[in-house]
């Protein structure tokens, strides 16, 4: 639109016959107008407020909060403050994100590249789920998870075994963990060790192969070190071995770690609903490598296998991480529903404050900063992926 | 050579049928189910699990059902089979919600009119200048039916609209009003005013980043306070333009699509005939890119008419809230399981519809679009 050179153009600042000074003018006229709305906006809600006596302020989160929470990796009683409990629900949220996200990305994966398989059935199935999952609102998926998972299931008396001591009644899923003891911590830390050395020695050989041509032998000592490492820890701190294992008592199962069925529905309803959409995306990634990058691979020698992981895959991806990373973005977005079916996330934590306290205004603008906050982070880590995953044109 | 032994070379111009063992059935099943050894186990194992699983379920849907809205028959069954009745008894909550049940031959006929000027308008021959002024007639008369109070039709207050109509309004009302507001964001987004451009990036880019849950709290707790003191919406406005302006940002982006793939020479031809900005954008910019955009305007109708839905969290009876609605009668809670399937059938189909209906337009208007001279920047 040319707009080197008009800057050039010498005459008042705000005139009608040039077209930069037009520019400024419906700049000037569109900043009024906002200021003007955003200044009624103000105006309004200031009245309201007054009117309704509300103080407004996040002065009310260092309050107690008064209510409880069900569950959740952040400690917390109903006499913490409301941050206290927002933070509770922002680790409740992350934590039904994290589980979502690699559990739907593992069914994307399966049923993605099932509906290009040579197989028939498996290809009519996987369109079957695909279509059946994306043609549903995830709400009425949710409900209906959260209503079989408290009606359907067993009571928590009698539970289903779906393992030696993991149960699934109404009351959720319980399964042993073990007991924390420091034996565990110095695996985690031989675990981080081990997969360091893993890293800096395959690094070590990609640059060694790129400098001689050669694939260097003995890779397998990393694999063995992110093996080895934790054991080691685990036997030096004293191989604590003491598990906690739920048993089923007379009336419920106790002991164990649970999760509550309302963690269970929300997990499967966005699992299931966003891995339809990941499979559309494994699927379109896939086909989008055209099919000369294979014949020239398979005409260079490459067995299939090398194929795939060193042709095909490293190109599909490229097309897939993005839309990948907006559907990971959804499925967090979508948690928010938790509150339809009384799972405490962020949101519905918020919405018990708000009908508690009357601070809408703030504790809508508390969720929005978390979730824009989620979203921003992420795009920062996209457009640094984007810049190395670039194609290089000549 | 076993072609020269023997002895005929067919001759160049014959087309040779294909060898039998690549035509019929039979080489179907083989290429499709029996291709390899793990292709035929999957296929075994599969068509087994099938075999066990089918006719189980078609049990459960049809055969052993109960149809009839009757108690005590589906108590009988003790869920071995699908107590429809349930459906039988409560469709006219869960279709219409808490509407005057003597009156609800009006939200039928409205959303039978919705639905059959849906379908006229589907067909591209449709397209014609008639067609907005049509549509404003029906979503008056739908509004009139829904609302009465004139012609002699009683007053039914909104909130007690409910089922699928209000799902119908919801998706129309807030698809239709946030096309134009995506028109202006997302020609805002492109525009060289830095002001323009940064206002309507900050606002899709804040829309897009939070859950449509969160704008429907907005709706509905923010509202009220930031209209003057004496203005107040009812909570299906505040919900409308709710969903209107969350749309708006995703319009804003489907427009944008259409808007990038416009070539920069249409506008640059625009200019040098002597347009001013606004003709362009008006006469030759927008007419080309909202056409492109048709089948992705088709995509975002669909996950509108998802996402209404969620209006049952804040306190409103849609499709899915009506249900719910039904589903609080402590007799027939247990067939819970019946009426969700009712209801993911009447969306599942809906949804379809839309999906083929947007894939087979975007093959049609592709003829348009795929010209070498149309995409080409």
């Given amino acids: 639109m040319g707009r080197a050179g008009e800057t050039r153009v010498r005459g008042p600042l705000f005139s009608w016959s040039t077209r930069s000074g037009r520019a400024r003018i419906a700049q000037a006229v569109l900043l009024a107008a906002l200021f003007a709305a955003g200044a009624w906006l103000w105006n309004n809600t200031r009245a309201n407020l007054a009117a309704r006596q509300i103080h407004s302020g996040f002065g009310f989160l260092r309050e107690p909060a008064g209510f409880a929470i069900g569950e959740g990796l952040v400690p917390y009683s109903p006499t913490d403050s409301y941050l206290w409990a927002f933070a509770a629900g922002v680790g409740n949220t992350l934590r039904v994100a994290a589980c979502g996200i690699a559990l739907a990305t593992f069914l994307g994966i399966i049923v993605g590249v099932g509906r290009l398989s040579r197989n028939a059935l498996v290809r009519w199935l996987c369109t079957g789920y695909v279509e059946v999952l994306r043609n549903v609102p995830l709400i009425v998926q949710l409900f209906a998870w959260y209503l079989a998972a408290t009606e359907i299931l067993p009571e928590a008396a009698s539970p289903v075994e779906l393992a030696p001591h993991v149960y699934l009644s109404k009351e959720g899923l319980q399964f042993p963990t073990p007991v924390w003891a420091r034996g565990w911590g110095f695996a985690l830390a031989g675990l981080g060790l081990g997969i360091l ?13 790129e400098r001689t041509g050669r694939r260097p032998r003995g890779l397998w000592l990393g694999l063995l070190a992110a093996a080895a490492l934790p054991i080691a820890g685990w036997v030096a701190g004293g ?37 339809a959409y990941i499979a559309e995306i494994v699927r379109s990634g896939i086909l989008a490598v055209p099919h000369g990058q294979t014949e020239a691979a398979e005409a260079l020698g490459l067995s299939r296998h090398q194929v795939l992981r060193l042709v095909v895959f490293p190109q599909a991806l490229r097309v897939i991480i993005p839309p990948l990373t907006s559907q990971f973005l959804n499925l967090t977005k979508n948690s928010s529903l938790a509150v339809a079916i009384g799972f405490p996330d962020l949101v519905s934590i918020a919405n018990t404050a708000i009908n508690q306290n009357g601070q809408a205004l703030e504790c809508i603008v508390l969720i929005m900063s978390v979730y824009l906050t989620i979203n921003l982070a992420t795009a920062l880590a996209m457009g640094v992926y984007n810049r190395r995953a670039a194609l290089v044109e000549r | 050579m076993p072609l020269a032994a023997e002895g005929a070379t067919p001759a160049p111009d014959s087309p040779r049928a294909p060898p039998r063992c690549a035509r019929g059935p039979g080489a179907w099943l083989r290429a499709n189910l029996f291709a390899n050894v793990p292709s035929a186990v999957a296929t075994l194992l599969l068509a087994a699990a099938l075999v066990r699983v089918l006719p189980a379920a078609v049990r459960w849907l049809v055969t052993d059902a109960v149809y009839s809205p009757d108690y005590a028959a589906c108590r009988a069954l003790d869920y ?125 880019e804040m829309v897009r980043g939070v859950p449509l849950i969160t704008v429907l709290f907005v709706a509905s707790f923010v509202f009220p306070l930031l209209l003057p003191m004496g203005l107040r919406l009812d909570v299906l406005t505040r919900v409308v333009l709710g969903i209107t302006f969350f749309q708006a940002a995703y319009m804003a982006e489907v427009v944008r699509g259409g808007l990038q793939a416009l070539p920069r020479g249409q506008y640059e031809a625009a200019i040098s005939v002597g347009l001013t900005w606004w003709q362009a954008q008006r006469k030759v910019i927008l007419p080309q890119a909202l056409t492109l955009v048709i089948p992705s305007f088709v995509n975002s109708l669909l996950s509108t008419f998802m996402d209404t839905s969620l209006v049952t969290v804040v306190s409103m009876y849609d499709l899915t809230g009506a249900l719910r609605l039904a589903l609080g009668d402590p007799q027939w809670r247990h067939f819970f399981l019946e009426g969700y399937l009712f209801i993911a059938a009447v969306y599942f189909t809906s949804c379809l519809a839309m999906s083929r209906y947007s894939a087979w337009l975007e093959h049609r208007l592709g003829s348009w679009a795929r010209r070498p001279e149309a995409l080409r920047a």
């Fill in chain 2, 80 to 204: 071995r089979a699908a107590c429809w009745g349930f459906v039988a008894q409560k469709y006219r909550l869960i279709l219409f919600g808490r509407y005057p049940y003597a009156d609800q031959w009006r939200p039928l006929a409205a959303t039978l009119l919705v639905v059959v000027a849906l379908l006229v308008t589907a067909h591209p021959r449709s397209w014609r200048r008639w067609l907005w002024p049509a549509w404003v007639v029906i979503l008056a008369v739908f509004l009139l039916l829904m609302g009465g109070g004139a012609f002699g039709l009683s007053r039914v207050e909104p909130g007690l609209w409910g089922g699928l109509p209000l799902t119908v309004l919801l998706t129309l009302v807030g698809m239709a009003a946030s096309i134009p507001i995506g028109i202006v964001l997302a020609v805002g987004r492109r525009s060289h005013l830095p002001l323009a451009r940064a206002a309507s990036a900050l606002y899709i």
């Fill in chain 1, 197 to 209: 050395c893993a890293l800096a020695l395959s690094r070590w050989a990609r640059g060694r192969r």
């Fill in chain 1, 239 to 275: 191989a604590p071995r003491a598990l906690d294992v739920p048993e089923v008592t007379a009336f419920n199962v106790s002991g164990g770690t649970g999760v509550t069925p309302e963690f269970l529905a929300l997990l499967i309803g966005l699992a299931t609903f966003t891995s």
